[in-house]
């Protein structure tokens, strides 16, 4: 290749970004307690070291950037060194010290606030950050709304008039589905097995039949572990790793955890071999992720097909399901009820919870909204857009871990995935024969195909209207929900 | 402190030996098996960005060098980092490459070699490795003998007039102790459990019991898994871990190797907390860090206090030592018996093993032995000293793994280890007493004052002599030896 010299010099911030990965998952599955000072400190360093080495690439980047006749690939790589180099570039290290400063304290005093339900405590650091992240959008520079600088972070090129569609589109068409939904009662609201205890030796053999279920490479090129919360992160197309959690009770959570970072991993596990340590052997972005594991997980995962599939084995592994049925087990999973927290709610309810957290950013970035008017504006918000009320800020504005680690931006993305998500489900042919008939193979390949083998080549845009003529477009999401919950 | 910048830069070159000692763990312990090439490669680019920054602290390390008023612990700091320099800065990056693609290769084909038990296949790679040894010796420089330049390396100050000092009092004596041993028949050359199988979860609770009688700080400082060679490895002074195995019989091997790899990682946590994360806040030398393990495992863990102390947990767990009594089990722990393969041997004849060895890579570094003499040199060797002849060059030269490695130098540290816990021995005020009524905290103090607190900051003769007035004298596990296997 032509870039050879660039690509060789890359390998070096390869192997840092290896090594932090390893750090960062040891950090969460393995670490004795005590050695989080030193963690840390190892962590920080490797971080200005990575920077050191990426920032080297600058004059050869400059170089390949000015020739015409690169290849996809090639000009995937320049694309995405081009990006890295521009968030240290143009953000001076001060202010990304100061960040990262205020984002350790924030961290530990969120979750003191929330454990008291005291927004105020927590206002001077939020305000701190939303400061932070306002300079650090100025210094990117943006065209339009100073958000863009920020959600374009996490989901290459997508700004807030993409958004506002988005979500002018989802938004009222949620609510008719929703109202329809709660009106003729054919999903449960609430359902006794929510309260059920479990065996966690019992559950984990199960997810590790599920494992097997879905074809994951344990082992080989893949393995699942516990931590507190669950995660995907990749070493190499050939180590990819999960982990799930053990909550006691309400046996969905920790299968369908293990389902949700399954189709993150498959992502990485999926890339292109030959763009492995690469600038572009990654998945490509945050919407496009999360597309993969949501589809795996609530498209798949929650479909009466797979139900079908996994219900003799949970029949045989957990005596409490012995009064009830496959259609009982199938509503289970399939509970769809507004409620206060996003972690825990539904494919219908679920965008909801992220655009108000939307909405809230944009504001704050624009200095259209004030940090102080948060909580009930919030609460206003829930009461809006699903007719709850939280009853304090624990259960309202201080509920997530994102605003205090600075990511603001990132929450869009999780729609992004659903919203893509449908588009899969629109264009894969005969998806429920292939997932009773446990043709996971081909769905794999399709999304191979489409999506995964690509890694960073093309930025996510270029990449959904090579895959499906169509980018971030609500209606197959729509209709797909529809179909389920409204249809047949 | 008046190096401060030094140690502030130094700091990029411990998070680089913190991460790589993870990756290794990792590889180790959790990998899947297909990561190993990415795995590979990212090692292999951080010891190359280690030695950059290495480098880097040259001028400081200058600077400070010539300085008259420098305390005991920046003396330490200087004197470890000029031997790092040194190191990279004697010896030509190809040299180091060289040796790094020889014995990458030479790895593969020593095991396949020892698997067909033919010394042929592998002696192209071992002549060539013991040329590049004698290069780097060359490169190093000497005073005597070029084996000092690679004995240095691993104890440093170590020479062959040292060595042979200690094996020249050691073996005759050993030979004595050992005749008599055989001709009186109170210790078993054989026994019965050496044969019988185990459950491998019943031992995992032994040894996880093992690790509360020896107070290792399990979760919070600590932690164990399973590999398919045993080692010790430290991130932290609050993040040390141990790797032991289970073969499925003679199960003193499991239990042996926990206790031994204990005391590697006693010595790294006893490390005083504020040299974290400097150049000194490490075991001093291979034979310093060996006598820790050596100590725990044959002294305190063969000993009949131990025993006694052990034995009804092992009877309550394992069915078969139903009609074993306490003497017995001491005895299954003390067989004495010339054997063939070194990680085998006992107390008693395991330093012959070592004597051989050192002689033979003593001749091969000085150009006076030939690589292709060794096999029948090593037999000849074995009859000498132990009265026994391999069969093939798989019981004989082809055991261990060392050579491949280009480790040359490594194998003398054995010795010292055993001959130091003799010296902890002798000096160790009222072991036995300690041992039976579980006083294992004094014995750690006495560690921790004498030799694990002081980290790198003195050169392992120095330390040895602050410890014990005293160092390498063979005589004290000449004692140790005679008392508990001719003794009383």
Redesign the interface.
């Known amino acids: 290749m032509r870039i050879d010299d660039l690509l060789r010099e890359y390998?070096?911030v390869?192997?840092?970004d290896?090594?932090?990965s390893?750090?960062e998952w040891?950090l969460e599955v393995?670490?004795?307690?005590?050695?989080a000072?030193?963690?840390g400190?190892?962590l920080a360093?490797?971080t200005?070291?990575r920077r050191e080495?990426l920032l080297r690439l600058k004059d050869l980047v400059d170089k390949y950037e000015e020739s015409k006749d690169l290849n996809d690939l090639e000009r995937g790589v320049i694309r995405v060194l081009r990006r890295e180099l521009k968030y240290y570039t143009s953000i001076p290290p001060e202010i990304l010290e100061e960040l990262d400063r205020t984002t350790t304290k924030a961290a530990v005093v969120w979750r003191e606030a929330k454990k008291e339900s005291n927004f105020e405590k927590f206002k001077p650091y939020l305000t701190k950050i939303v400061e932070l992240e306002q300079t650090i959008a100025d210094r990117l520079g943006y065209e339009g709304h100073p958000y863009n600088a920020l959600l374009d972070l996490y989901e290459e090129g997508f700004t807030v008039n993409d958004a506002d569609s988005v979500f002018n589109k989802l938004l009222p068409n949620l609510k008719t589905i929703l109202e329809k939904i709660r009106s003729e009662g054919r999903f449960p609201e609430r359902h006794p097995l929510e309260e059920v205890p479990y065996d966690v030796n019992v559950m984990r053999s199960i997810n590790e039949e599920l494992l097997k279920i879905l074809e994951m490479?344990v082992?080989?090129?893949?393995?699942m572990d516990v931590s507190a919360h669950p995660f995907t992160i990749s070493?190499?197309?050939?180590?990819v790793?999960i982990t799930t959690r053990y909550e006691g009770k309400d046996f969905r959570a920790t299968m369908f955890s293990v389902i949700h970072e399954s189709g993150h991993a498959m992502y990485e596990l999926m890339i292109d071999p030959s763009l492995?340590?690469t600038p572009v052997g990654r998945g490509v972005s945050m919407g496009v992720h999360e597309s993969q594991s949501r589809f795996w997980e609530n498209i798949i995962g929650r479909s009466r097909e797979f139900v079908h599939l996994i219900y003799p084995l949970l029949k045989e592994r957990l005596p409490f399901l012995k009064d009830y049925s496959e259609d009982d087990v199938y509503r289970y999973f399939n509970i769809v009820r507004p409620s206060l927290i996003r972690v825990d709610a539904d494919e219908v309810t679920y965008n909801f919870h992220i655009a108000l957290r939307y909405e809230i950013e944009k504001g704050l970035i624009a200095n259209k909204l004030s940090v102080s008017d948060l909580p009930s504006l919030w609460n206003d918000f829930m009461d809006k857009y699903l007719g709850v009320r939280p009853r304090n800020d624990a259960e309202g504005v201080l509920q997530d871990i994102h605003w205090s680690q600075g990511s603001f931006g990132y929450f869009p993305t999780y729609t992004l995935g659903n919203v893509i998500a449908g588009m899969i489900y629109a264009k894969l042919p005969q998806l429920k024969d292939k997932v009773i008939n446990r043709r996971f193979n081909e769905i794999r390949e399709f999304l191979r195909d489409r999506i995964c083998r690509h890694g960073a080549i093309y930025p996510p845009k270029e990449l959904l209207m090579r895959a499906f003529n169509d980018t971030y477009n609500p209606d197959y999401l729509l209709n797909y929900l529809r179909e389920k919950y409204l249809g047949g």
């Not at 082992?219 to 393995?223: A, I, N, P, T, W």
């Not at 070493?235 to 180590?239: I, T």
Request: net charge positive.
């Open positions: 390998r070096s390869w192997a840092l290896h090594a932090r390893l750090l040891d393995n670490m004795p307690v005590e050695g000072a030193a963690r400190e190892a360093r490797l200005l070291i080495y490479p082992g080989s090129r893949f393995r070493m190499s197309v050939n180590d790793r492995e340590m």
